[in-house]
Nanobody, 128 residues
Framework: QVQLVESGGGSVQAGGSLRLSCAAS????????MAWFRQAPGKEREGVAF????????SYADSVKGRFTSSQDNAKNTLSLQMNSLKTEDTAMYYC?????????????????????WGQGTQVTVSS
């Protein structure tokens, strides 16, 4: 099994920054990709950022391109999400997710069900 634990959420004013972290433990060698999803009240879960753990290639939702950056530290089995220029519409619960190779698809953002491992989530609140 794989365990994912997020940290770093909080409250910030619009224009500010936050950095989220996701610590992975367990059978991490099974993982081929990791991603950040978010879900606001009354809305569907949406993909935010995606990374292939081997190639370290990344992909971002259009709504966060140029503002969010995801990176990984293999030595620490940690995935990070640096969020800059935050907007009120970024307010949501943010989840770290991971998948084996079968779950890593080009349309990852629309396929949260393909990710077999999830963290408990961390709240991000952006105020105006």
């Amino acid at each position: 099994q794989v365990q994912l634990v997020e940290s770093g959420g909080g409250s910030v004013q619009a224009g500010g920054s936050l950095r989220l972290s996701c610590a992975a433990s367990g059978y991490t060698y099974r993982l081929s990709c990791m991603a950040w999803f978010r879900q606001a009240p009354g809305k569907e879960r949406e993909g935010v950022a995606f990374i292939y753990t081997g190639a370290r290639s990344t992909s971002y939702a259009d709504s966060v391109k140029g503002r969010f950056t995801s990176s990984q530290d293999n030595a620490k089995n940690t995935l990070s999400l640096q969020m800059n220029s935050l907007k009120t519409e970024d307010t949501a619960m943010y989840y770290c997710a991971a998948a084996s190779s079968a779950g890593c698809r080009m349309d990852w953002a629309q396929r949260p069900a393909d990710f077999g491992y999830w963290g408990q989530g961390t709240q991000v609140t952006v105020s105006s």
